[in-house]
């Protein structure tokens, strides 16, 4: 018989789609449940203590509900917060999400590097030693947004992201002294590859990096020999709150062969 346990993607909302995307083209017929914390979102504003004590619980009832082979944590907050608490809680393997900060200092050539996250990842200890590290001889300049967490989910709720509101974030990086020489900036949130074009065009010449495809690679490796169905079913989309926004986060995802909204 076949293996038909899914992965389980998790994030406060739909940042983690930049890690499915990169995973389904490596296991394309690995079942899939995402699910969004859509009752804490966003998580880059709230507390450590609060992130950390809600993304083990939450955790727990999904792997219970779901029954994974393997949990995703695709958002670099509750990554660098609460990984390991939920690792000593859940008996399933879990992969984390953490800066790409080593492969953006092996791909700067001015040495000077951005950091763009959530308000919480940025500040995390963890992101000091990342930096110390992998990217000593670089300058690591660092900011966090809220707002572009804000237009990545506009975004995939089917509202364009404003060109001006973009680039207003991205100055928050380029502002800062010595901002001018960024060369390689990297996406410390996995909403944020999914505004790469706008980035892109509010900051030409510069390269953008995320840890997706090297996640997407731990997961294949994780998996290596396991079974999988021989059809795939539509992936499961689950919200710890269902209103009007995630209806339409749902509408605009079955195109990429999502199911509707479920409740957690």
């Given at each position: ?6 992965i389980l993607?998790?994030?406060s ?19 899939i ?25 939450l ?24 990984l390991?608490?939920?690792r ?13 900060i ?20 940025v ?52 502002g800062?002294?010595g ?16 505004l ?69």
């Amino acid at each position: 018989m076949r293996d038909a346990r899914p992965i389980l993607f998790f994030d406060s909302g739909v940042g983690g789609l930049s890690v499915v995307a990169p995973t389904r083209a490596l296991l394309p017929q690995a079942p899939i449940v995402y699910a969004a914390d859509s009752a804490g979102f966003p998580y880059g504003t709230r507390s450590e203590g609060e992130i950390a004590a809600r993304v083990p619980a939450l955790l727990g009832r999904l792997v219970e509900r779901y029954r994974p082979r393997l949990a995703v944590i695709a958002c670099n907050t509750a990554s660098t917060i609460a990984l390991p608490a939920v690792r000593a809680a859940l008996d399933v393997p879990v992969v984390g999400t953490v800066p790409a900060i080593k492969p953006a200092a092996a791909m700067s050539a001015t040495r000077v590097i951005g950091v763009l996250g959530t308000e919480a990842t940025v500040r995390q200890p963890y992101v000091d030693d990342l930096a110390a590290r992998f990217a000593g001889d670089c300058t690591v300049l660092r900011h966090g947004s809220a707002a572009l967490v804000e237009l990545a989910e506009a975004a995939l709720a089917g509202e364009a992201p404003s060109p001006q509101a973009v680039a207003a974030q991205l100055g928050g990086l380029f502002g800062q002294p010595g901002g001018e020489r960024i060369d390689v900036i990297v996406n410390a949130c996995t909403h944020f590859p999914l505004l790469e074009a706008a980035m892109a065009a509010a900051a030409p010449g510069v390269r953008f990096v995320d840890g997706g495809p090297g996640i997407a690679r731990r997961i294949a490796a994780l998996t290596q020999g396991q079974d999988w169905p021989e059809s795939v079913p539509s992936a499961r989309l689950v919200f710890t709150r269902v209103g009007d926004r995630e209806r339409r986060i749902a509408r605009h995802l079955a195109a990429r062969g999502f199911g509707d909204a479920e409740a957690l």
